[in-house]
Nanobody
């Protein structure tokens, strides 16, 4: 079993910053890809950013230059530094971990419970 626990969401004014964290717990040997998705009311869940175990990153066009994803493999933790936040960044942000190896078992597509990010004046 893999559990992902997110933290760091909240209310911030436009132009402000927030840092999200997501820690994976369990007897984890390795995690291939970790990422952040978001879902705004009435919209589909979308990829925000992802990072491989070797540090290769991928970003949605809407956040390039403003958000930075990073991870600490020793802590099985992924971070999302969000700068220059806009009202349209308001959403529930979900952590995702894909291909998590626990012993001889590989778990695909594990999700956190989500953390609310609200950008408003």
């Amino acid at each position: 079993q893999v559990q992902l626990v997110e933290s760091g969401g909240g209310l911030v004014q436009p132009g402000g910053s927030l840092r999200l964290s997501c820690a994976a717990s369990g007897s984890i040997f390795s995690i291939n890809v970790m990422g952040w998705y978001r879902q705004a009311p009435g919209k589909q869940r979308e990829l925000v950013a992802a990072i491989t175990g070797s540090g290769k990153t991928n970003y949605a066009d809407s956040v390039k230059g403003r958000f930075t994803i990073s991870r600490d493999n020793a802590k099985n933790t992924v971070y999302l530094q969000m700068n220059s936040l806009k009202p349209e960044d308001t959403a529930v942000y979900y952590c995702n971990a894909d291909q998590v190896r626990v012993g001889v078992t590989i778990f695909f597509d594990s999700w956190g419970q989500g953390t609310q990010v609200t950008v408003s004046s």
